[in-house]
């Protein structure tokens, strides 16, 4: 990135070992500040020449791409006075004619901005914000646009956020880090054809003590970080995958190619539900807190479809709408009384055990029930709900799950999938978040509860104690 006469941005001994991979796939990723963002601008310069060449910086929301963006502007026009920046499209476009996007994806609709677009160089900067499939959807838009560009993914991430445990499966777990993780993956062509091919993937650790221009400029960084609670610290300062309450459901996919055929996908497109199917309907109580309702079908061979929901939110997440119990009832009757896939269905109620307390004079199951509307009280063993969602969620070798979701039920699709795990119990999902909806599924499975099936074993845990440099953080540490 020389122009004439000046240096405009130099790797720094980390970055350049990060800009050295071949992969197909790269993360860098751990501790906060060690230079990632800026790694993810520069790299994407390395093609501007290649007039055909198209480039792509991804960050989850708008707001947040506009500090990359605004970087881009110091580092893009030092060293190609003559870039031009498109405000409205977010755009650089280069003396070549190469251009350089950023982007976003902050709702599953905004995908279609990149439906039937190619990218030579696809690069998410922090990439634990984002979903598996969004991941997945943008690696089939990472295609030459033309002869003589390489094509290749790269990512920037720190511990933690709703993609950490995918991330962690993909990049983390395999293999030690700067190690190649290959993949066999099969390519069905439109005439059938069907062709395996070896991919390639590495995650090269990044660490803030790595940052020598951060560490000059800004002193008192590190010690900040050190300030923060353990779970924090250990994930921001140090790096650690292990210490960060990380997605509860990473097996959840949302694939929208695959809404009729069923394969792969939990959320599927609504049918009609056949007459002989059980119907169930779970329930979890909130009045300041959103409360939820969801009916779920059930075919012949015990597989469960939540085909309905009705969720008490203002549209503020995780705030209730304050109706009383007797109106959630009465408007749970009319939905049963009206819905073509619940009218005239026997219909059983299972229902958080708490609403069936007394101590405070009527329960609230009592006033619902004056409204015709009966409930029996749910299996609330925590954990042993959990795992019957997670049984229910896997998908056996054909990918079809043990249950579905309608893609009508979209605050099941935005709430369960974003779940975190809680840094005390650790084992157990955060209730503090937006869990409603995951209550009363989880009642519903436990009524049914199926076995697990049988996997292929998971590749071995990466285990960071083997790995010494990676770990010895207070020799680094000591080092500055
Ligand atoms: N090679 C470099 N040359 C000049 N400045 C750099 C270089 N690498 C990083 N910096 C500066 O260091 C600071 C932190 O870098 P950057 O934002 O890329 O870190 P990060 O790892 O993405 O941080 P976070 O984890 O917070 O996202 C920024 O001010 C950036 O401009
Ligand atoms: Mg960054």
Same mark, same amino acid.
């Given at each position: 990135?020389?122009?004439?006469?000046?240096?405009?941005?130099?790797?720094?001994?980390?970055?350049?070992?990060?800009?050295?991979?071949?992969?197909?796939?790269? #993360?860098?990723?751990?501790?906060?500040?060690?230079?990632?963002?800026?790694?993810?601008? *520069?790299?994407?310069?390395?093609?501007?020449?290649?007039?055909?060449?198209?480039?792509?910086?991804?960050?989850?929301? @708008? $707001?947040?791409?506009?500090?990359?963006?605004?970087?881009?502007?110091?580092?893009? +026009?030092?060293? @190609?006075?003559?870039?031009?920046?498109?405000?409205?499209?977010?755009?650089?476009?280069? $003396?070549?004619?190469?251009? !350089?996007y950023?982007g976003s994806l902050?709702?599953?609709k905004d995908r279609l901005n990149y439906q039937?677009k190619?990218?030579?160089?696809?690069?998410?900067?922090?990439?634990?914000?984002?979903?598996?499939?969004?991941?997945?959807?943008?690696?089939?838009?990472?295609?030459?646009?033309? $002869?003589?560009?390489?094509?290749? /993914?790269? *990512?920037?991430? =720190?511990?933690?956020?709703?993609?950490?445990?995918?991330?962690?499966?993909?990049?983390?777990?395999?293999?030690?880090?700067?190690?190649?993780?290959?993949?066999?993956?099969?390519?069905?062509?439109?005439?059938?054809?069907?062709?395996?091919?070896?991919?390639?993937?590495?995650?090269?650790?990044?660490?803030?003590?790595?940052?020598?221009?951060?560490?000059?400029?800004?002193?008192?960084?590190?010690?900040? #970080? *050190?300030?923060?609670?353990?779970?924090?610290?250990?994930? #921001?300062? @140090?790096?650690?995958?292990?210490?960060?309450?990380?997605?509860?459901?990473?097996?959840?996919?949302?694939?929208?190619?695959? @809404?009729?055929?069923?394969? =792969?996908?939990?959320?599927?497109?609504?049918?009609?539900?056949?007459?002989?199917?059980?119907?169930?309907?779970?329930?979890?109580?909130?009045?300041?807190?959103?409360?939820?309702?969801?009916?779920?079908?059930?075919?012949?061979?015990?597989? /469960?479809?939540?085909?309905?929901?009705?969720?008490?939110?203002?549209?503020?997440?995780?705030?209730?709408?304050?109706?009383?119990?007797?109106?959630?009832?009465?408007?749970?009757?009319?939905?049963?009384?009206?819905?073509?896939?619940? +009218?005239?269905?026997?219909?059983?109620?299972?229902?958080?055990?708490?609403?069936?307390?007394?101590?405070?004079?009527?329960?609230?199951?009592?006033? /619902? &029930?004056?409204?015709?509307?009966?409930?029996?009280?749910?299996? =609330?063993?925590?954990?042993? %709900?959990?795992?019957?969602?997670?049984?229910?969620?896997?998908?056996?070798?054909? %990918?079809?799950?043990? #249950?579905?979701?309608?893609?009508?039920?979209?605050?099941?699709?935005?709430?369960?999938?974003?779940?975190?795990?809680?840094?005390?119990?650790?084992?157990?999902?955060?209730?503090?978040?937006?869990?409603?909806?995951?209550?009363?599924?989880?009642?519903?499975? /436990? &009524?049914?509860?199926?076995?697990? !099936? +049988?996997?292929? $074993?998971?590749?071995?845990?990466?285990?960071?104690?083997?790995?010494?440099?990676? !770990?010895?953080?207070?020799?680094?540490?000591?080092?500055?």
């Amino acid at each position: 990135m020389n122009n004439i006469r000046t240096v405009v941005w130099r790797p720094q001994p980390r970055q350049k070992l990060f800009m050295s991979r071949g992969e197909d796939e790269a #993360l860098y990723g751990g501790a906060a500040g060690g230079g990632k963002s800026d790694c993810a601008i *520069a790299e994407a310069l390395r093609q501007v020449h290649i007039p055909h060449y198209r480039g792509l910086i991804l960050r989850k929301t @708008y $707001p947040q791409l506009s500090e990359i963006i605004d970087r881009s502007r110091e580092i893009y +026009k030092s060293a @190609y006075p003559k870039a031009k920046y498109n405000e409205q499209k977010h755009c650089w476009t280069f $003396p070549s004619g190469a251009k !350089i996007y950023f982007g976003s994806l902050h709702h599953t609709k905004d995908r279609l901005n990149y439906q039937g677009k190619q990218y030579d160089f696809i690069d998410f900067d922090e990439l634990t914000q984002f979903t598996w499939d969004e991941y997945n959807y943008l690696l089939s838009r990472n295609r030459p646009g033309g $002869p003589g560009t390489r094509c290749y /993914m790269r *990512a920037q991430a =720190n511990p933690g956020g709703i993609g950490h445990g995918w991330v962690k499966e993909r990049f983390i777990n395999p293999a030690k880090p700067m190690t190649t993780i290959w993949e066999n993956t099969k390519i069905t062509y439109p005439d059938g054809r069907t062709v395996t091919k070896k991919r390639s993937r590495v995650f090269v650790p990044s660490r803030v003590f790595d940052n020598k221009i951060l560490m000059e400029n800004d002193p008192d960084y590190v010690a900040r #970080l *050190a300030a923060m609670p353990e779970a924090e610290r250990k994930a #921001l300062l @140090y790096g650690d995958w292990d210490s960060f309450s990380g997605q509860v459901f990473t097996e959840w996919r949302d694939n929208p190619d695959e @809404y009729d055929m069923r394969r =792969n996908t939990h959320v599927i497109n609504p049918f009609r539900v056949p007459d002989s199917w059980k119907i169930y309907r779970g329930f979890d109580f909130g009045y300041a807190k959103p409360f939820s309702v969801g009916w779920y079908a059930i075919d012949h061979d015990g597989r /469960m479809y939540r085909i309905r929901e009705l969720y008490g939110c203002t549209g503020t997440p995780n705030e209730g709408v304050r109706w009383e119990p007797s109106e959630i009832a009465r408007k749970i009757y009319e939905i049963e009384k009206t819905d073509p896939n619940l +009218k005239g269905k026997k219909i059983r109620g299972i229902a958080d055990p708490s609403i069936f307390d007394k101590s405070r004079g009527e329960s609230i199951a009592e006033m /619902m &029930e004056r409204e015709r509307v009966y409930f029996e009280k749910g299996d =609330n063993t925590r954990l042993a %709900g959990k795992m019957q969602m997670h049984n229910r969620f896997a998908f056996d070798e054909n %990918g079809i799950p043990m #249950l579905y979701v309608f893609n009508t039920c979209r605050h099941f699709i935005r709430t369960v999938p974003a779940l975190v795990y809680d840094t005390v119990h650790v084992e157990d999902v955060d209730s503090t978040t937006e869990d409603h909806i995951y209550d009363e599924c989880r009642y519903v499975c /436990m &009524e049914h509860p199926i076995n697990p !099936i +049988k996997r292929k $074993p998971e590749p071995k845990e990466y285990n960071p104690l083997e790995y010494e440099p990676y !770990i010895s953080t207070l020799k680094w540490a000591d080092k500055y």
